[in-house]
């Protein structure tokens, strides 16, 4: 009796071991899961969030590849900005539910978190919401492609137009956690290369909903420009109360590192005027945004037109498709999929030509933009205009100064 | 040295705050033997509640000063009558235990309807503006938040300590089988006790509004700070309370000047040390 | 003392034989796991907040006191673990504020271990001896702000690189052969330690110690006319249980391969009282089967949102003013068995 329940027991063993290795042989299908992991109720909501996953949506849609018998679902995740909750997601997205591809993360403690377990498992990261631009350098790795920004981009956008325009000593506000670090770190590098100087910082923490002693701390230091190294509801907090406390009104300007539409449709013209700041897209840019833009809004919560995060999910699923159909079909081998999508030149309506880097870099133009003056506006979400266009080259981390172990073969 | 009389201003606001919560704690502890774990979301609804009534009729800042604290009183003794009688007579933990639930909850539900972004609340149009002090330039509203506290915390004191109704309230929490031989509803009196303690926490709510965002989670990170004051003030204490809440502030505006790594942490440490010494707190009565 | 646990039945030497039978059955089924299809992280997980759970009950169930703060053990032993497995150096402060730094290599699994359980065992040390002066709610406001503290303390030192966690954390090989990165081996790993710590604190309770400590939790002052001191018994079960905590947080580590700032927080510690709330104050098998509902509800309704918060604030009211016992208290009053 006793010797058959073991013999039982190890039969039933044995053969599901021996099923899991006959589910390891590679074999292209035309299966895939998408999983758009946000930040779904907090701070960052709104620049990433349910609009993502819209996103998502539409650029399955516009693939076509349902029509061509392709089965593709998108499913969505909160990691309410702890990385702890995003990599649990994540494992067992690949784990249980048999995801392909995580697109989006904003946040980017979490975002390197998620990174460490999609090299792991071998899936594919399209990410587009997070700021980190160690994401290309130290933290690179095979299956990774980071989309739409990273915190270089804006260094070299806007802390270098900043400093050129006469603002050569800074003070940071910083969010204490890894996106507000690299900002910090990246800014500080393209300030002191144009000879200005960093007279100091002070690290608040995320979701801080009070700056009034950080803000007075920034102006004791009378530095002429206060960089604010957040994003979302704290950099939006933060122009409030300075405006509150005065200030600005003495001569200080406030330097908005990172801003997204959805920010300065909450803040109003009257308060945001006049902020420059960077991004890779803006929906009035030309035809090709502005189609997209119409669609998306139709769609999307509170009729909101899309962040330049949105449009990046977009982007990176469409160019994904494009690497999968070159493929035949799905591998499920993640680094495959990525090193494919590395060869093909991008072209999509909302950021143009563009490529891959070995890094896993997309560059593109940036964009230096104003906040119009409430006079200057022809109604909601016309909030931009052009100062001036920053070509790839010196929008992206040059690969030679690059970081990343990949490129050191 | 403008800098440290800014954030000892600053220090000073947020000292009100945690003097009107340290306040409404210590009338339900002092009263009741009730550790409110729902505090920090009693103040978060109070916030709510003005953001309503701004939103559904229109009614301003002063109003929610008034209605805000009223219906979350309401809804604070109806959990009294329905929730905390229940555990009268049993040990204390349950009843810290029962509103560590209760604050579980409020919060879980706020949150999934408001996500944990903030909601904007407007400054009062009256209260806009600054005035230049010389050393910072502060917004009047955060002025006002400094008065008013020192205003309501005064009186509240004023009523538990030096009126007949507050005696009664006094009586009826020390001896409440004598206290009932007078004739007094002691029941009735210790939920409008709870109430009062509530409506407090709410009023603190609609105060914060406008300085710190209308945020389900609000609640969660002063409540803490609150208790230790509470702790270090004298768990029964009410004039202990108010003076350490204020005094608190300031200290932590201090440390935010000198060493702002300590800033969060001087609180808890400044407990540890009290209660090595004085485990009944600076003021409180015996345990 | 306090009357959470007046409820639990005397043990009798006929108890002591059915808890060992039930903890054989309980052995049995939880190595049978891998051959199931359950998912076995997630078992893992239960298995760590199991033992989290049992050391947490020795402090309240035998020792009457109800610590808010527990979480500060469970993030230390996380914590001092994966910074061991990662990087290895040993900093000491010796200045608020300023560390002096001892080079060390990565250390070894079974090494860090140790190290973690050793620092959760010198915070249990000091954090008793400053809560121990006290008792029922004041007790549990010193440990809740303790933990703060240690909260704060963590968000701000380098080592735990604050909000982002410590990532990416490898899980080596135990004792030189035992590949943790095979799930089965490493589901294996987690068990023994689980079924390891779990027999030390049954060996606890049901020793000479653990007598005087329910004497003292009956009745504190008959046990000091007795002449025992009751404060040491008081602070060794709360070094005991620290001790365990940080264990089971050092356990986590290699599950999750990342130590974060969530560990930490009062709402850990929340749900560490919820889970031994659920299965049963001061009962042997309670808290394993507690910690086991509730991370099963965590995970199974993840999708849900915040409603699982709402859902476990519903179970603590439930529970404190209808089901006082928790699902094991229950069954056994029902079947008058001491479990």
């Not at chain 1, 890779?280 to 035809?287: A, I, M, P």
Request: hydrophobic share 50%; glycine share 10%.
């Amino acid at each position: 009796m006793k010797k058959s329940i073991a013999s039982l027991l190890l039969g039933t063993a044995l053969s599901l071991l021996a099923a899991d290795v006959a589910f390891a042989q590679d074999k292209l299908d035309k299966v895939v899961k998408i999983g758009s992991l946000s930040d779904q109720s907090g701070l960052y909501a709104d620049l990433g969030g349910p609009g993502s996953t819209l996103a998502a949506q539409m650029a399955v849609e516009d693939s076509g590849l349902t029509a061509k018998g392709w089965k593709i679902d998108v499913i969505a995740g909160d990691h309410q900005n702890k990385p702890d909750v995003g990599v649990n997601i994540a494992r067992q997205w690949f784990d249980v539910d048999k995801v392909d591809v995580i697109v989006d993360v904003p946040n980017s403690g979490v975002a390197l978190a998620v990174n460490n377990v999609v090299k792991e498992k071998n899936g594919v990261f399209l990410d587009s919401g997070a700021g980190t631009s160690d994401l290309t350098n130290a933290q690179c790795t095979p299956n990774t492609v980071h989309w739409s920004y990273d915190t270089y981009t804006l260094a070299h956008g806007t802390g270098t137009a900043l400093t050129k325009a006469g603002g050569n000593t800074w003070f940071f506000v910083t969010a204490d956690y890894a996106f507000g670090a690299a900002l910090e770190r990246d800014t500080t590098a393209a300030v002191t290369a144009l000879g200005g100087k960093v007279l100091g910082g002070v690290k608040a923490p995320l979701s801080t909903s009070d700056f009034s002693s950080f803000l007075l701390q920034a102006q004791a230091s009378k530095a002429k420009i206060i960089g604010l190294a957040n994003a979302g509801a704290d950099t939006t907090n933060a122009i409030k109360q300075a405006a509150e406390f005065g200030i600005t009104q003495s001569g200080q300007k406030l330097a908005a590192l990172l801003l997204f539409i959805t920010d300065v449709h909450s803040l109003g013209l009257n308060v945001a005027k006049g902020l420059n700041f960077t991004e890779t897209y803006y929906w009035d840019l030309n035809d090709g945004t502005r189609a997209f833009a119409k669609r998306f809004q139709e769609r999307a919560k509170n009729h909101s037109m899309p962040t330049m995060v949105h449009a990046g999910v977009y982007a990176s699923l469409i160019h994904y498709f494009k690497a999968l159909e070159a493929l035949g079909g799905n591998p499920h081998d993640g680094a495959k999929v990525v090193a494919k999508m590395k060869e093909i030149p991008t072209d999509d309506p909302l950021f143009g030509k563009g490529s891959i880097e070995p890094n896993g870099r997309t560059i593109h133009p940036a964009y230096l933009f104003e906040v119009k003056q409430p006079s200057e506006s022809k109604g909601p979400w016309d909030y931009y205009k052009l100062v001036a266009t920053i070509p790839a080259s010196e929008a992206f981390t040059p690969l030679d100064k690059s970081t990343c172990p990949l490129l050191k073969k | 040295m403008a800098a440290l009389y800014a954030q000892l201003l600053v220090g000073l606001i947020n000292g009100s705050f945690y003097a009107l919560l340290s306040l409404g704690l210590a009338v339900i502890f002092g009263m009741l033997n009730i550790i409110n774990f729902a505090h920090g979301a009693l103040y978060m609804m109070g916030a709510f509640c003005a953001y309503f009534v701004l939103s559904l009729t229109g009614l301003g800042y002063w109003w929610a000063l008034i209605i805000a604290p009223i219906i979350v009183g309401i809804f604070g003794m109806v959990l009294e009558r329905t929730m905390l009688k229940w555990l009268a007579g049993l040990d204390h933990l349950y009843g810290l235990l029962l509103t560590f639930g209760l604050a579980l909850i409020i919060q879980g539900v706020f949150q999934n309807f408001f996500g944990s972004s903030g909601l904007p609340y407007a400054i009062p149009d009256e209260l806009q503006g600054g005035m230049n002090l010389g050393f910072m330039y502060l917004p009047i509203y955060r002025g006002w938040v400094i008065i008013f506290s020192l205003v309501v915390c005064i009186a509240t004191w004023f009523l538990i300590e030096k009126t007949r109704l507050g005696a009664y309230l006094r009586a009826a929490t020390e001896n409440p089988t004598l206290v009932r031989a007078f004739g007094i509803n002691v029941p009735r009196m210790i939920t409008l006790t709870y109430g009062l303690g509530v409506g407090l926490a709410a009023l603190a709510g609609v105060l914060s509004a406008p300085i710190n965002q209308v945020r389900p989670l609000m609640g969660e990170n002063v409540i803490i700070v609150v208790f230790a004051v509470v702790v270090i003030g004298g768990m029964g204490s009410i004039m202990g309370s108010i003076v350490t809440g204020f005094a608190l502030g300031v200290i932590e505006g201090l440390t935010k000047y000198f060493y702002p790594e300590a800033s969060n942490t001087v609180v808890f440490v400044l407990m540890v040390l009290v209660l090595l010494v004085k485990p009944t707190g600076l003021t409180g009565r015996a345990a | 003392m306090t009357a959470l646990t007046d409820d639990t039945l005397p043990t009798t030497p006929g108890a002591m034989r059915d808890e060992m039978i039930v903890f054989a059955i309980m052995a049995v089924l939880l190595a049978a796991v891998p051959f199931t299809g359950i998912y076995p992280f997630f078992v893992m997980q239960a298995l760590c907040f199991a033992l989290l759970a049992c050391a947490f009950n020795l402090l309240i169930g035998y020792g009457g006191l109800l610590s808010f703060g527990h979480a500060m053990f469970l993030g230390t032993g996380g914590y001092v673990t994966g910074h061991f497995l990662k990087v290895g150096a040993i900093s000491l402060p010796y200045w608020p504020g300023m560390w002096f730094t001892i080079p060390f290599p990565p250390f070894s699994p079974e090494m860090a271990i140790i190290g973690g359980t050793a620092v959760s065992c010198l915070l249990a040390v000091i954090t008793g001896y400053v809560s121990i002066r006290r008792q029922g709610i004041y007790f549990a406001m010193i440990t809740l702000a303790l933990s703060q503290l240690i909260y704060f303390i963590y968000l701000q030192a380098p080592f735990t690189h604050g909000e982002d966690g410590i990532q990416g954390i490898p899980q080596g090989k135990m004792l030189g052969f035992l590949d943790l990165s095979n799930t089965t081996v490493l589901y294996y790993v987690v068990l023994v330690g689980f079924l390891a710590g779990f027999l030390l604190i049954f060996r606890a309770i049901n020793s000479p110690f653990g007598e005087v400590l329910k004497s003292i939790r009956e009745n504190e002052q008959r046990a000091i006319s007795l002449g025992y001191k009751t404060d040491h018994y008081k602070l060794l079960a709360f070094i005991l249980s620290g001790t365990l905590a940080g264990f089971a947080g050092s356990l986590k580590v290699f599950v999750a391969q990342n130590a974060s700032l969530t560990d930490v927080e009062v709402a850990m510690s929340g749900l560490i009282v919820l889970m031994t709330l659920v299965g049963g104050l001061g009962t042997v098998f309670g808290p394993v089967v507690g910690a086991f509902v509730i991370i099963a509800m965590q995970q199974y309704l993840a999708g849900f949102g915040q409603w699982v918060t709402v859902i476990q604030g519903v179970i603590f009211v439930a529970c404190v003013l209808l089901f006082r016992r928790g699902l094991i208290g229950e069954i056994a009053h029902l079947l008058k068995r001491s479990l």
